[in-house]
């Protein structure tokens, strides 16, 4: 009632995207999103209104369909740079996105639009800027739309951008670049920083048992 709260909206439309919600509001949500999107419905005198739109609206059957809908009329470079964004995980360093995608321009522009559209937010972390997918499912989608090929590639890249732009501090990515390096198919960087990563977990366990209780 609150998402679709918009005027002239069709009863049996309503009642069409709650039954194939199946009581998911996150596919609601998605949905109401994607019709704005669309042109469906538009703001006029401050409220949301139905476009002549609704006559021919398609209603997808799952969230991923929605989903895929939305990025798929992303411009280009923007759907370029998100599907990057998804290989680097559910949230992803700014420094980290910039280095994987240097050939894509005017990246600032794009993540304030994807922003905009709610498919990723910002926050802060480590000092760091840092961006985070809305909902996991956004970044299962769009590293899913990836062809294999184009995912080893870019886990490579991604693990090569963490160790030039975080070489002062590696040791706190040996996890990350352990599963980026595998992913990538270089079993030997793999192996080399899972080793690592557990050095560290056995250095930070002797830390924490040398503090008396």
Known sequence: ENLL??????????QL???KAEGNPFFIEEVARSFIDEGVVEMKDGQFQVTER???VIIPETVHEILMARI???EENTKSLLK???????NFFYKILVKVAETIEEIDDKLEFLKE?????????????EYLFQHALIQEVAYESLLMKKRKELHLKVAEAIESVFSDRLHEFFGMLAVHYSNGENLEKAE??????G???????????AIPS
Do not use: C, T, W
Not at 84 to 90: C, E, F, N, P
Not at 117 to 129: A, S
């Open 17 to 19: 995207i709650a039954q």
């Open 54 to 56: 609704i006559n021919s």
């Open 84 to 90: 990057i964004a998804s290989v680097i995980g559910r």
């Open 192 to 197: 080399e920083y899972l080793v690592k990563a």
């Open 72 to 74: 798929d009329k992303l």
């Open 117 to 129: 559209v709610q498919l990723i937010k910002e926050r802060k972390r480590l000092d760091e800027r």
């Open 5 to 14: 709260n918009i005027k002239g909206f069709p009863v049996h439309i309503r």
């Open 199 to 209: 050095q560290e977990a056995l250095k930070a366990a002797a830390s924490r048992a």
